[in-house]
């Protein structure tokens, strides 16, 4: 089980959507791919699920090419887009016997047994599509998905719209696909990634920005991401001074955000440079090991360095 996708870039028009991405998930689990609104995120799941063909590069679903081979690839994959269309005219037995059709699914009442147990849509299972909750909805789309036995599914923003009761439900549903599946989400909520993502991969602007186990990159935000307010707010550009900052960001409350380089504590640094320039400091607090905040300090534009 694996997805590889190397060197893939593509444009609409004049616009670099994605930017020579190359990256490679081996086994079963749940990968997050997450990124800002605009950042290409949709595109590259899109072309890993034969939508659309990207403008060069390969994606290669377990060892078939996406493009060079996509009836192949389509065969092992699964795919659930952020906007799921359904024929909600139909009963949900009746639509899942008919996608089991489509892909040829050998013993279908069985295929469609399971992935209504799977996905606890055994009580809806007689009800129409029109008739269901969101919710509901998406359980159909990932029983849908999971009727031909995929060994990948491409996942993208699966709990958009959902109440939060819903959205732990779905993602129940996910993880336990992730434990024989090769599961890629797409999102920009941080928490989903944290709760279900074994890995996560962030993308800024066309570009991979982070890429590793979701612990580890949470461990990576220690001793470098600290918040500091001073008495009399400054310009953010008085950070060009201090050559220990790889990033700035100013909060709406009129601290800022800073992400030290390398992977020492920057408090003392930024107390020795900030009595050398004559601020203030009124409050300087070492961030709590968040995604969130390495997120944020990957894909906001950073005005200050």
Same mark, same amino acid.
């Not at 996905?119 to 007689?126: D, F, I, K």
């Not at 009800?127 to 998905?145: C, E, F, H, M, P």
């Not at 709760?195 to 993308?203: E, G, L, N, W």
């Given at each position: 089980?694996?997805?590889?996708?190397?060197?893939?870039?593509?444009?609409?028009?004049?616009?670099?959507?994605?930017?020579?991405?190359?990256?490679?998930?081996?086994?079963?689990?749940?990968?997050?791919?997450?990124?800002?609104?605009?950042?290409?995120?949709?595109?590259?799941?899109?072309?890993?699920?034969?939508?659309?063909?990207?403008?060069?590069?390969?994606?290669?679903?377990?060892?078939?090419?996406?493009?060079?081979?996509?009836?192949?690839?389509?065969?092992?994959?699964?795919?659930?887009?952020?906007?799921?269309?359904?024929?909600?005219?139909?009963?949900?037995?009746?639509?899942?016997?008919?996608?089991?059709?489509?892909?040829?699914?050998?013993?279908?009442?069985?295929?469609?047994?399971?992935?209504? *147990?799977?996905?606890?849509?055994?009580?809806?299972?007689?009800?129409?599509?029109?008739?269901?909750?969101?919710?509901?909805?998406?359980?159909?789309?990932?029983?849908?998905?999971?009727?031909?036995?995929?060994?990948?599914?491409?996942?993208?923003?699966?709990?958009?719209?959902?109440?939060?009761?819903?959205?732990?439900?779905?993602?129940?549903?996910?993880?336990?696909?992730?434990?024989?599946?090769?599961?890629?989400?797409?999102?920009?909520?941080?928490?989903?990634?944290?709760?279900?993502?074994?890995?996560?991969?962030?993308?800024?602007?066309?570009?991979?920005?982070?890429?590793?186990?979701?612990?580890?990159?949470?461990?990576?935000?220690?001793?470098?991401?600290?918040?500091?307010?001073?008495?009399?707010?400054? *310009?953010?550009?008085?950070?060009?001074?201090?050559?220990?900052?790889?990033?700035?960001?100013?909060?709406? *409350?009129?601290?800022?955000?800073?992400?030290?380089?390398?992977?020492? *504590?920057?408090?003392?640094?930024?107390?020795?440079?900030?009595?050398?320039?004559?601020?203030?400091?009124?409050?300087?607090?070492?961030?709590?090991?968040?995604?969130?905040?390495?997120?944020?300090?990957?894909?906001?534009?950073?005005?200050?360095?």
């Amino acid at each position: 089980m694996s997805i590889n996708v190397k060197n893939l870039t593509k444009r609409y028009g004049s616009r670099e959507v994605l930017k020579n991405i190359s990256f490679e998930i081996k086994t079963a689990g749940v990968t997050g791919f997450l990124g800002p609104n605009g950042a290409g995120k949709s595109t590259m799941m899109k072309i890993l699920s034969g939508l659309i063909a990207p403008d060069s590069g390969t994606a290669e679903i377990n060892g078939r090419d996406v493009l060079r081979h996509p009836q192949e690839a389509k065969r092992i994959t699964g795919y659930l887009p952020e906007h799921n269309p359904l024929y909600t005219d139909m009963y949900v037995r009746e639509f899942l016997y008919m996608t089991a059709s489509i892909h040829k699914v050998n013993d279908k009442a069985s295929a469609v047994a399971r992935a209504i *147990d799977a996905t606890g849509l055994g009580a809806e299972s007689g009800k129409k599509i029109g008739t269901l909750s969101k919710g509901y909805r998406q359980r159909v789309g990932l029983a849908q998905n999971l009727l031909h036995d995929p060994e990948a599914l491409i996942l993208d923003e699966p709990t958009t719209g959902l109440d939060p009761n819903q959205i732990v439900e779905i993602r129940n549903l996910i993880r336990e696909a992730g434990r024989t599946k090769t599961v890629m989400l797409s999102s920009h909520i941080m928490q989903e990634v944290e709760a279900i993502c074994d890995r996560t991969v962030i993308i800024n602007g066309g570009e991979i920005v982070a890429d590793g186990e979701t612990a580890s990159l949470k461990m990576q935000a220690s001793g470098k991401i600290v918040e500091i307010e001073f008495a009399e707010q400054p *310009d953010i550009s008085i950070f060009k001074s201090a050559d220990f900052v790889e990033k700035v960001e100013l909060l709406n *409350d009129g601290s800022f955000m800073l992400k030290g380089r390398g992977d020492s *504590d920057i408090r003392a640094k930024l107390f020795g440079w900030a009595v050398e320039g004559g601020l203030t400091i009124i409050a300087m607090q070492q961030k709590e090991r968040r995604l969130e905040d390495v997120f944020r300090l990957l894909t906001k534009q950073n005005t200050g360095n």
